[in-house]
């Protein structure tokens, strides 16, 4: 029983390069999440999406790009990296169950660092 | 802007104590309103949560309380104990929690022995 993955754990990368942070479900959730998450600022909302197909900007998307062509698989991609993007990384995923109690997984996270 | 703002930013209680950490929101649309638990290393999970047709939500040792009119919710950790020691995050929701979740800026708890 999986839940949410991503992959990798840790990554160091210099200024200007790119890369794509994974994110995989296997609980067959509708909704899915990028977030960041910065000393003493909380979890910033960064995309998110309700299905495949559909992506839609959070509160910080400037630098980063999102694709949704599973249910399963949600990736991140940073362009261009700059030290402002040096943070950690989580994916999360929900189902829409209506009045229900819903309920985000997160995964255990990237920590990126941009030198 | 800050849709959702939390207090304090850091906490320290003594085993045995009542632990007690705010939160206070601005959009009226909200209308679920979770707290996750986050160790370090980790990321975080789903501790309580409360809509807001109930003023208070119990679950062993941990208790929401919501104030509709004041635009406040608070978690309450009574009997605290030392593997409560984690950060703690209220969010908010609309749409019954199926919209996407603004967090807060998190409250670093210490318990001590």
């Known amino acids: 029983n999986a839940g949410v993955t991503q992959t990798p754990k840790f990554r160091i990368l210099k200024i200007g390069q790119s890369m794509t942070l994974q994110c995989t479900q296997d609980?067959?959730?509708?909704?899915m999440y990028w977030y960041r998450q910065d000393p003493g600022m909380g979890l910033k909302l960064i995309y998110y999406?309700?299905?495949?197909?559909?992506?839609d900007k959070g509160e910080v998307p400037n630098g980063y790009n999102v694709s949704r062509s599973t249910t399963e698989d949600f990736p991140l991609r940073l362009e261009l990296a700059a030290p402002s993007q040096t943070s950690v990384y989580f994916c999360?995923?929900?189902?829409?169950?209506?009045?229900?109690?819903?309920?985000?997984?997160f995964g255990q996270g990237t920590r990126l660092t941009v030198v | 802007q800050q849709q959702v703002k939390q207090s304090p930013q850091s906490l320290i209680v003594q085993k045995g104590g009542i632990s007690i950490i705010n939160c206070a929101y601005e959009?009226?649309?909200?209308?679920?309103f979770p707290w996750y638990q986050q160790f370090p290393g980790k990321g975080p999970a789903l501790l309580i949560a409360?809509?807001?047709?109930?003023s208070e939500k119990k679950e062993g040792r941990f208790t929401i309380s919501f104030n509709k009119s004041a635009k406040q919710f608070s978690l309450h950790i009574m009997d605290s104990q030392p593997g409560d020691s984690a950060t703690y995050f209220c969010a908010a929701s609309k749409g019954g929690g199926t919209d996407k979740l603004i967090f807060g800026t998190g409250t670093r708890l210490q318990v001590f022995p």
């Open positions: 409360i809509r807001p047709d109930v």
């Open positions: 959009n009226t649309a909200f209308d679920y």
């Open positions: 999360a995923s929900s189902n829409r169950i209506g009045q229900g109690n819903t309920e985000a997984f």
């Open positions: 999406s309700v299905g495949a197909g559909i992506t």
């Open positions: 609980m067959n959730h509708n909704y």
